[in-house]
């Protein structure tokens, strides 16, 4: 549903549907009690939007689904609640002494700025 109305103003609504939307658009009807009017379109315009619609949703789902396995990754390797800003009590790096690499702090995995 796209809607031109903004910030209190009177506007119009548009839903556009399509064969597999019919069944779907005939229960709002029907729950709402009323039949809603078509709207005049030409459809080879209407077509070049949903073209471009589908292509923007496309491009999206695949940036999530990139954003994820990149956050998959992180997350098996053990980097994903590393930060730097963060500064290191000084209480863990005084139980560090003594061990290997003498109370330095040791970080394994990328550098997050």
Known sequence: ??????????????????????????????HIGKKLTEYPCVEKDVMLLVERTQEANEMAVKEIKEMAERKKKGKKRGFDDIDDSEEVPAKFKKSLKGRKGGGKVIRKGPRVR
């Open 1 to 30: 549903v796209g809607r031109t109305a903004r910030a209190g103003r009177a506007g119009l609504a548009l839903t556009l549907v399509t064969q597999y939307d019919v069944e779907v658009y005939q229960k709002i009807e029907a």
